[in-house]
């Protein structure tokens, strides 16, 4: 029942994408369309996500595994809870901005199919629970981007598109080997693995004979005469349970795999220890889609052949799944390696911000220059996973959120700019503010947004972060660097404002140049009310991401302490 | 009604202007500012009333509601509304000046193109200033404090239309002859709101990572019971029961990291009350409209520093005290210096805003033990009255003469705006500390305080001479002082009009106007403050209301002083700053009243000689710090920095992009992938991307 109502999420995009072929092509047809194809994603994930933060646990909302090659131990396995939902809203609303703003030039048609195959992509993603789907998804959003830059770009997006596949690919080939090397690491007869008391609460389901069930699998108690017996639901409650089990095959299930976590520290392949190999592994994978220093060259040239609307898509949600992968996947597998890596990956987090930022100083191109405010901003959410404690980990995925709003804001109101101007020269504007009021307004507060002015969203996320970042000894130079970030960002982004929006009015021609359209408006002012509401009151996203990340602390800390 | 319930009408009042204010000022002004002063008069009221229950009821505590929880710790970030004699005293002074300022504003900007938006932004700089003071919480005085540099950014660059100085007609026909030191390629108000910002984040970085500093030593100290770590009380109860001598972030324990706590929250401060070397932004902040300086230089902004750290005097250790008063006394002196060779009538007024707030900090900065923190929070008030009356008084002459705020071409304005000259002159009194006006109360007892601390650290022993200069330091500044404001009064009022045609033309300002002035004019009299006539008596009502909460590292007990010894410190510091008052409005009466011709002169006879051409030359150059911001600050490390940074990030440098670049050109696979996606039809592309996923799938299967 579970995968029925999430296959919303895959029937909307397939369904649209053929919808779209067999429509008239004509541009405003095919695009009110894909307004419409967006809106039930959103209330449906937005419904999910209201749901997630009035239960305030960790557990799935939504979850269903259906067995599909049982030798292999592949299932489609979909599940949504407080983190993916929170995501998943975001991904509707950046899709509904993207597609009031997309304006392709010519094969209009095949853009906006191209877009449900991307979207479908990033569902998948953030939906599916098992390796080998996850894998398939992660993919599948590669190949439609791909296709948006190369052919909508500008003039240099063909290599623009390349440098993003090389990269992207660079990353994904070590994931997927990864993920083999996890499959067969695994001794074929099966393990016996110990779990976590706290964690079976949260996630537990009854089964047929009243025993406990987690993820699918029957939780097991070691009896007086050493026999695995299947654990009674009705003893949950007691204050004190014995030592829980759970058998675990060879198999694809991510969240076997994150019951495993303990045999994942001391498993060998090769001779050599399989932890550090596969982190390291699937740490690339993810941290080039974030994009993580020194993983993060393909973004600006990407970003600035890119049209507006994958611009917006592409800050606002893909780079997100990287964050969203490294919290799913990497950081439950392998707790130890997050622990012993926390200092080198903090400091990667403080380099991208102070790097990312000066970068964004030095930038005379608009749209280069919010890609590399992008780079300084996500850095936070590397410092915050490498903190590991929920400040941290819930910090890291509410500047995913507050992130994802500040730059499609920014993106889409350099576009507009770029539409009427047709170039992105941040010295060749000046009073913009004069001629268009509403531009100048909503463009104000995205910088705002942008620095972390507290009482909007980006402020949460940062300072979540940075407390997290400064709980954890291990992290706490860098989060002391990273605070400069807050400088930077004001730096760049309001001097920016100064250059652009200030002044006398510099060139005579812009003074024709019209407000916002309602079009553009509609894409805005939805995400500047968003950014709002979450920075006044953070607990109505706090509480879908905050048992989450403290249920993943509390995996970390436990599988750590068993060493 | 409950006084939190009452102080959070307070607060949020404001906001029944902002909001509406910020979508339909356009076509509002007149009526937006109406109820603009319609509200800020109830505010007033409720202000008082306030003040009145907090005294009456001894009040001292916090209501609060949860903000931001994180689960699975027993951290809870709140808000809400905090109420001492402190909070109270200051929301009355920031609710009664704001009222003035706002009257002033409706006839000053009168017709002005963005009439309406300084009626918005305004009430959001209040709104900003009221959450500072009623925060219950570090991290609520932070949030409102950004939203305070906010409001600050919004009025600062009002005129954010304004082309640079050297390109303003307006800027080159009102400036000074021999003005100096002003970047005017640069300056306009847009540079200026610019800069507030900025170098208010410079020391916001300080303050963030204070912040979370304390955040993570209290929640991880044994003792806390859950809740919010940087609430006032579990925060100071922390540093009273030692939870800093348990942990060693950044390998710093015990004293020293309390020390370190201190001065990077400090450093927020230093940002927002304009301490030497961070307060090159505020004289720039003048672009402003003059009446929006006088709320900044006065209630809000700059006094959100001060506030601050007044707020966290229990947390701090004598080290960190130490910084906060060589940090005021170094204040004090440099801004003093600068003001003496300023030739803008508005420029005198900022360099003296931040020599007296450089006087709170060093009072603050000796320690409540000698009286230090009384005192400086009772600059606090005074000064931010008078300071509003000179900026006020500076609108209204700045209105009598078109625009021109040189002090070259004033001159006899008395008898043509004697409403404004007395105002002016009452706050001139005040600042100067003549007796039996209000800053003779408030300075004597910060240089009293200062004092005292010299004396003591003399008594110890160790590094004695070090310790007395931050006080030689501030007696010399009321020295200057007094030669400074003495100046610009002589200059602008009496003497003849070096200018007829403006002189002639100058005239007071409408009757409400005269009215705020007059009012505040009585609020400068030392009666007001001490509740007595005689200015030498001691003590004043203030002290029993604002008080220091016995807390953190106060909770011991202070060390009490001698009576005797006291009383003795303080006649000697009397008799001192007496005498330099005489000498310094001696000097200024010599040079600019007694020879009119001479003074207008002096900039010219003091370049004839190599020596005092020196000096004047490094003064006037406002001691190059300016420029050393500009240069080091803005131009080498932000422009050039990020230049560098980015052209070693395109892939034309050693970086990783230029590695994978070289390496993608010359593989083939890339080029076969470009090949094969050119020129091909929407078929192609479709056929492409279902083959790329059936491949991979059926790879996956296979396997």
Known sequence: MDAIILSVFFAVPLLGAALLGLLPNRDSLLRKVSIVLSLPILGVALALLALAVTRQDAGFLLRERIPLVPSLGIAWHVGIDGLSAALLALSGLIQFAAAMVSAPQGRSKLYHILVQLLFLGVHGTFLLLDAVFFYVFWEVMLVPMFFLIAIWGGAERKAAAVKFFVYTMGGSVPLLLAFFLLHFSVPSQGLMVMVRPAEVREQMAIGSQGEVMLYDLPVLRVDAEGNPTPFAAARMGDASLPDLYVPLARSFDLLHWKLLAPWWSQATVFGMALMPLAFWMMFVAFAVKIPAFPLHAWLPHAHVQAPTAISVVLAGILLKLGVYGLLRVVWPLFPGQVIDSATLLAALGAVAIVWGGFAALGQSDLKRLVAYSSISHMGFCTLGLAAANTQGLSGAAFQCVSHGLSASLLFLLVGALYERAHHRRVDGFGGITQIMPRFGAIFLFAAMLGAGLPGLAGFVGELSVLLGGWANPATQWAAFASASGVVLSAGYLLWTVQRVLYGPVRHEEHRSFKDLSSAELFATVPMVALSLLLGLWPSVLQNALGPVSASLSAHLGWVVGLR | ?703
Not at chain 2, 162 to 171: L, V, W
Not at chain 2, 391 to 420: C, E, N
Not at chain 2, 531 to 553: D, Y
Not at chain 2, 616 to 630: E, H, I, K, P, V
Request: aromatic fraction near 10%; glycine fraction near 12%; charge should be neutral.
């Open chain 2, 1 to 703: 009604m409950q006084p939190h319930a009452l102080a959070l009408v307070v607060l949020l009042a404001p906001l029944l202007v902002a909001l509406p204010g910020a979508f339909f000022w356009k076509r509002t002004g007149n009526a937006l500012s109406l109820v603009g002063l319609l509200v800020q008069l109830l505010a007033t009221v409720a202000s008082v009333l306030v003040l009145r229950d907090t005294v009456a009821g001894a009040l001292d505590g916090a209501v609060t509601v949860p903000w931001l929880s994180f689960a699975g710790t027993n951290i809870t970030l709140s808000l809400g509304v905090h109420l001492d004699g402190l909070a109270a005293f200051m929301l009355v002074v920031v609710q009664v000046l704001a009222l003035g300022v706002l009257v002033v504003s409706r006839w000053y900007l009168h017709g002005d193109r963005f009439f309406g938006r300084f009626f918005a932004s305004f009430a959001l700089f209040v709104f900003a200033m009221n959450g500072v003071v009623l925060a219950p919480s570090l991290l609520q005085a932070f949030i409102f404090w950004e939203l305070v540099g906010l409001g600050s950014y919004l009025l600062i660059g009002y005129w954010h239309d304004k082309p640079a100085a050297s390109q303003d007609p307006e800027y080159q026909e009102g400036k000074p002859f021999h003005a100096t030191g002003v970047d005017e390629d640069r300056l306009s108000p847009s540079y200026a709101q610019l800069k507030a910002f900025l170098l208010n984040r410079v020391g916001d970085f300080g303050f963030m990572s204070g912040l979370a500093l304390c955040a993570w030593v209290v929640s991880s100290w044994t003792g806390f019971q859950g809740g919010d770590p940087l609430a006032w009380d579990t925060l100071f109860g922390a540093v009273a029961a030692g939870a800093f001598a348990v942990t060693t972030p950044l390998g710093v324990s015990g004293t020293a990291l309390l020390t370190l706590a201190g001065i990077l929250i400090f450093l927020g401060a230093m940002g927002k009350s304009a301490q030497f070397p961070l307060h090159v932004w505020l004289p720039d902040a003048m672009q402003g409209p003059t009446t929006a300086s006088a709320i900044i230089h006065a209630a809000t902004m700059v006094a959100a520093g001060v506030f601050l750290t007044a707020r966290i005097t229990p947390m701090l250790t004598p080290g960190a005290l130490d910084f906060v008063l060589w940090t005021g006394a170094i204040t004090a002196t440099v801004a003093a210096t600068i003001a003496c060779v300023q030739w803008d009538y508005k420029a005198v007024l900022a360099y003296s805003t931040v020599s007296q707030l450089g006087y709170m900090m060093a009072a603050l900065g000796a320690g409540a033990a000698v009286g230090g923190w009384e005192a400086g929070t009772a600059h606090l008030f005074t000064h931010a009255i008078f300071k509003c009356l000179l900026f006020l008084g500076a609108a209204s002459v700045i209105h009598g003469m078109h625009g021109i705020q040189d002090l070259g071409r004033m001159g006899g304005l008395a008898r043509k705006m004697p409403f404004t000259a007395i105002a002016t002159g009452v706050a001139t009194l005040a600042i100067l500390g003549v007796p039996g006006f209000s800053a003779f109360w408030s300075k004597d007892a910060i240089l009293a305080a200062t004092h005292a601390r010299a004396f003591l650290a003399r008594e110890a022993g160790a590094g004695a001479w070090i310790a007395v200069i931050p006080h030689l330091l501030v007696t010399a500044t009321a020295g200057i002082t007094a030669f400074y404001m003495a100046r610009q009064w002589f200059l602008a009022f009496l003497g003849k009009p070096r200018d007829h045609h403006l002189v002639d033309h100058a005239h007071d300002p409408d009757r409400p106007t005269i009215a705020v002035l007059l009012v505040l004019a009585g609020l400068s009299l030392q009666a007001v403050w001490t509740g007595s006539l005689n200015p030498f008596g001691a003590g004043s009502w203030i002290e029993s209301v604002v008080t220091l909460p016995a807390k953190g590292l106060l909770a011991a007990g202070l060390p009490e002083l001698d009576e005797h010894l006291v009383h003795h410190l303080h006649q000697e510091t009397m008799v001192q700053t007496l005498i330099l008052l005489v000498l310094g409005v001696g000097a200024a009466a010599w040079l600019f009243l007694w020879n009119p011709a001479r003074g207008g002169y002096v900039a010219d006879n003091l370049r004839r000689r190599p020596v005092t051409n020196l000096v004047w030359g490094f003064l006037a150059n406002l001691w190059f710090l300016d420029r050393l911001w500009t240069v080091l600050g803005g131009l080498i490390v932000g422009v050039r920095g990020g230049r560098l940074v980015a052209r070693a990030d395109l892939g034309s440098g050693p970086s990783l992009d230029g590695t994978l670049q070289g390496a993608a050109s010359t593989s083939a696979l890339a080029g076969r992938i470009v090949n094969l996606f050119q020129g091909g039809r929407s078929g192609a592309y479709a056929g492409w991307t279902a083959l790329a996923l059936f491949g991979l799938v059926s790879l996956i299967l296979l396997f």
